[in-house]
């Protein structure tokens, strides 16, 4: 079974910065693709970024420039850099994982990021 656990959030002011970082059973290199949602208060689940097989990465419009997606070989990671945050990134964010072997998704738990002056 796939485990996969997010961790980093929490509170933040406007313009500040958050580091997200999301966990999978074994080794995040073993894994076909891996993607960051966000979730809003009273929205959609929305897709942030993804970094799959040959490095290739991909932002939402909306976030790019202040997102950042990267494995960290260091920690076995996949961490999501926020910069400059703003209202609108308040959320609960979501690390899913997409196996090698079936192309299955599995699903964290999610971590909450507050913005708050």
């Known amino acids: 079974q796939v485990q996969v656990v997010e961790s980093g959030g929490g509170l933040a002011q406007p313009g500040g910065s958050l580091r997200l970082s999301c966990r999978a059973s074994?080794?995040?290199?073993?894994?076909?693709?891996i993607q960051w949602f966000r979730q809003q208060p009273g929205k959609l689940r929305e897709l942030v970024a993804t970094?799959?097989?040959?490095?290739?990465?991909s932002y939402a419009n909306s976030v790019k420039g202040r997102y950042t997606i990267s494995r960290n070989n260091a920690k076995n990671t996949v961490d999501l850099q926020i910069n400059s945050l703003k209202p609108e990134d308040a959320a609960v964010y979501y690390c899913?994982?997409?196996?090698?072997?079936?192309?299955?998704?599995?699903w964290g738990q999610g971590t909450q990021v507050t913005v708050s002056s």
């Open positions: 074994g080794s995040v290199f073993d894994y076909y693709a």
């Open positions: 899913a994982v997409q196996t090698m072997s079936d192309r299955r998704w599995y």
């Open positions: 970094i799959q097989e040959g490095d290739v990465i």
